[in-house]
C-alpha cells in the first residue's frame, strides 16, 4: 500500500515511512493511495469476534509489506491489553435506537489511546529494525498528549515532546502528562492556546534542517496510522448493531477531525454508514462550513469540552481532498488561503461534504443539561464532549441505530460533570493516586525558537 499527500508534491511512501514522517514535506497529509474494500461476506463475518480480530483484518490491507501477520498481530493484542474493558469499545443503549460506544477504557481514559497504544508498539518495532533515534513533537489540547505520554515513556530510543496550552486543559489531563518520571518525557506548557501549539508544530515539521538535525516524527492525528487505528471501532460497533446487513448511523463529537474522518473511511472500506454526523461546541467552524460553505476562522473561545477548543481542523484537509475530486493543486490553493483567514468551498465540493456529512452544534448550556438529563434518562455520566455528541445525535436519529462516539472517561472532566449533574466522577482504582504525585512541566513561550532551542537542549541527555 503506497500513500500520497493531500498536497501533491511530497514523496510516495510506504505504510512504516508515512507513521514514521507525520506531515507530509509539502506540508499535505498522507493519504492511502487507493481504500481497500471489504466484501459483504468479510464485513458480515466480523460481527462478535474479539476487537483485536476486527483490528487484525481492518488494518492488516492498510499495513502492506511493513509487518508480517504474525508480528502485526502480536503488536495489536500487546496494544489493547491494558485497557480496562475486555470489550475494549464496549456499546450501552442510552435509548430507543440510540447507543453509546464507550471510547475511554484506554490508559488514559480517552479514545486517543486507541491509536496512540497501536502506534508507541509499531514505532518501536519499526526503530528496533532499522536502530534510529526518534524525537516525537505532539500538540495536545489535553487528551492527544496524555496518550502519547503513556504509550511512549521509558521507550529506547524516543523522546516524547508534548506542547500543551498553559492554563487550558483540565487538571486530570495536565497531570497525566506532568506525573511521568521517565526522563525521555518532556512535558511543555505553552503560553497560548491550542491553536498556537498546532502551528509552532508544524513551524517545527516545515524547518527541514531541524526537522532532520532531532528525526523529528509525529503523532497527532494527522498520522495516517493514528486514523486508520481509529477505523476499527465503526466495524466493532456497526457489526455488532446489525451490519453489513442493515446501516448504521454515526455522530462524532468533533476537533481536529480525525475520528470522523476515520468514520468516513470505514465507510468507503464498504460498512454502511447512513449518516456520519459531525458535532461541535461553540467553537463550531466545521458545522458554519458545511452549513454556509465558507470555512472561516473566528478566535477560539474556551469550552467545557476543551478537547474540541480548535478552530484549524487539521484533518479537514483530508475530507477537501476527497471532495475536490482529489486534487491536490486545489487543495494546496485553499491552505494557503486559509492562513490568510478562510477560503470559500466551491459548489461542488460542498455538496460532495454534504452527501458524507451531516453537521449540529450544541452551546455550553445544552451540553450541561445534556449531562444531566442522560443521567436521569439512563444513568450515564458523560463527559462534556460524549455529551455534544449525544446532544446533536439525538437531532439526527433516524430509521437506523445511532452510535454516538463517547470519547472521555467523565472523570476526566470532573469538575464540568459536577456542575451539570451534582456527582463528582471518581478516577477509576488504577490511577487514584494521580493527585498525589509531583508534577514536572516547563512553561515556553509561543515561539519556534525558543521551543526548537528547549528541544535541541532536552533531546542532548
Ligand atoms: C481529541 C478529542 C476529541 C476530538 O477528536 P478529533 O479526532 O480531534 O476530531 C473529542 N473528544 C475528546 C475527549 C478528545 O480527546
Not at 231 to 253: C, I
Not at 265 to 288: C, E, F, K, S, W
Not at 432 to 454: C, G, H, I, K, S
Amino acid at each position: 500500500m503506497r500513500y500520497i499527500s493531500t498536497r501533491g508534491t511530497a514523496p510516495v511512501l510506504g505504510f512504516s515511512e508515512a507513521m514514521m514522517t507525520g506531515l507530509a514535506r509539502d506540508g499535505g497529509l498522507y493519504v492511502p493511495e487507493a481504500v481497500p474494500v471489504l466484501s459483504h461476506a468479510e464485513i458480515a463475518a466480523m460481527a462478535g469476534l474479539p476487537y483485536e480480530d476486527v483490528a487484525f483484518r481492518v488494518m492488516r490491507p492498510f499495513v502492506g509489506e511493513a509487518f508480517d501477520d504474525d508480528t502485526f498481530r502480536g503488536l495489536i493484542g500487546l496494544a489493547y491489553a491494558g485497557f480496562g474493558h475486555a470489550a475494549r469499545a464496549p456499546l450501552v443503549q442510552l435509548g430507543p435506537n440510540h447507543f453509546l460506544l464507550e471510547l475511554f477504557h484506554g490508559p488514559t481514559l480517552a479514545f486517543k489511546d486507541f491509536a496512540m497504544q497501536l502506534i508507541g508498539r509499531l514505532m518501536q518495532a519499526a526503530l528496533a529494525q532499522s536502530g534510529e533515534r526518534i524525537t516525537i513533537v505532539g500538540a495536545t489540547s489535553g487528551d492527544t498528549g496524555s496518550a502519547a505520554i503513556e504509550a511512549f515513556r521509558g521507550l529506547p530510543n524516543v523522546d516524547v515532546v508534548i506542547l500543551f496550552p498553559h492554563g487550558r486543559v483540565s487538571d486530570v489531563q495536565r497531570r497525566q502528562m506532568t506525573t511521568p518520571v521517565e526522563p525521555n518525557v518532556h512535558a511543555l506548557a505553552v503560553e497560548g492556546d491550542f491553536d498556537d501549539c498546532q502551528a509552532r508544530l508544524k513551524d517545527m515539521f516545515n524547518d527541514f534542517a531541524f526537522r532532520d538535525e532531532v528525526r523529528l516524527a509525529g503523532v497527532n492525528s494527522i498520522n495516517w496510522a493514528r486514523v486508520l487505528a481509529q477505523v476499527v471501532y465503526y466495524f466493532s460497533a456497526a457489526t455488532a448493531l446489525g451490519a453489513p446487513h442493515r446501516p448504521v448511523d454515526f455522530t462524532v463529537p468533533t476537533g481536529n477531525f480525525g475520528d470522523i474522518f476515520a468514520g468516513s473511511i470505514a465507510r468507503a472500506m464498504g460498512l454502511p454508514i447512513g449518516r456520519l454526523v459531525i458535532a461541535t461546541n461553540q467553537n463550531d467552524i466545521l458545522h458554519r462550513a458545511l452549513t454556509t460553505g465558507a470555512y472561516v476562522m473566528q478566535g477560539v473561545h474556551p469550552s467545557i469540552s476543551p478537547s474540541m477548543d480548535i478552530q484549524v481542523s487539521s484533518n479537514f484537509e483530508r475530507a477537501l481532498f476527497y471532495a475536490y475530486d482529489r486534487d491536490a493543486g486545489a487543495v494546496a490553493q485553499l491552505m494557503a488561503e486559509l492562513r490568510s483567514g478562510g477560503f470559500a468551498i466551491s459548489q461542488g465540493a460542498l455538496q460532495a461534504l454534504r452527501g458524507l456529512y451531516a453537521s449540529g452544534r450544541a452551546s455550553e448550556a445544552e451540553t450541561a443539561a445534556t449531562i444531566a438529563r442522560a443521567l436521569a434518562q439512563s444513568g450515564e455520566l458523560l463527559c462534556p464532549h460524549s455529551a455534544v455528541g449525544v446532544k446533536v445525535a439525538e437531532e439526527h436519529v433516524g430509521a437506523h441505530p445511532m452510535v454516538t462516539l463517547a470519547t472521555a472517561h467523565p472523570a476526566k472532566f470532573p469538575d464540568a460533570v459536577q456542575a451539570a449533574t451534582g456527582l463528582r466522577p471518581a478516577l477509576p482504582a488504577r490511577m487514584a493516586d494521580l493527585f498525589d504525585r509531583p508534577e514536572r512541566v516547563t512553561r515556553v513561550p509561543n515561539d519556534l525558537a525558543a521551543l526548537q532551542a528547549l528541544v535541541r537542549e532536552r533531546i542532548a541527555r
